[in-house]
């Protein structure tokens, strides 16, 4: 069965734009896909956008094909990502996945998935109305803020 994740993952070594974008330095879905790879007989993949990318550029990294997707530094909200979910359906379908895996709501990870007509999970991380129940945040904290944006707040999530 081959997984397809949709996530953060650093720049490889040989990525032509490693040392001038920073990018998310976790490094837990490539774990994942080890262990899935290693311990559940899945053929895991990685795709990865990277906003400022000069380029597309695949790579395997530790045994992992691994496909960076370029992408414009600017203005993405302002298309609702429609753009940012096509270039990653795109990516995706290209290597014809059995399961999609989106890790994150916060970019268009999660409309990507869905928009591949594939079975999807949807990982939701970092839900600060939950969290600030469990360690109340600051009087002036980011994740103050984030929760009072949060329009699950009052859902089933509560």
């Excluded at 550029?57 to 909200?77: H, I, K, Q």
């Amino acid at each position: 069965m081959k997984v397809v994740h949709i996530c953060n993952l650093p720049l490889a070594e040989g990525h032509p734009d490693r040392g001038r974008i920073v990018t998310h330095p976790g490094r837990w879905v490539l774990n994942l896909a080890l262990a899935q790879r290693a311990h559940a007989g899945l053929d895991a993949r990685l795709v990865v956008q990277v906003p400022g990318a000069s380029r597309d550029y695949d790579c395997e990294v530790e045994g992992v094909p691994v496909r960076y997707v370029a992408a414009p530094n600017r203005l993405r909200s302002a298309t609702l990502f429609f753009f940012d979910v096509r270039r990653l359906r795109r990516a995706v379908l290209a290597w014809e996945p059995d399961v999609v895996h989106a890790h994150g709501t916060e970019d268009a990870y999660a409309l990507a998935a869905q928009a591949c007509g594939r079975p999807s999970v949807i990982t939701a991380q970092g839900c600060f109305f939950i969290i600030n129940r469990e360690m109340p945040p600051k009087k002036i904290d980011r994740p103050k803020k984030w929760s009072k944006v949060n329009r699950f707040k009052n859902s089933y999530f509560s």
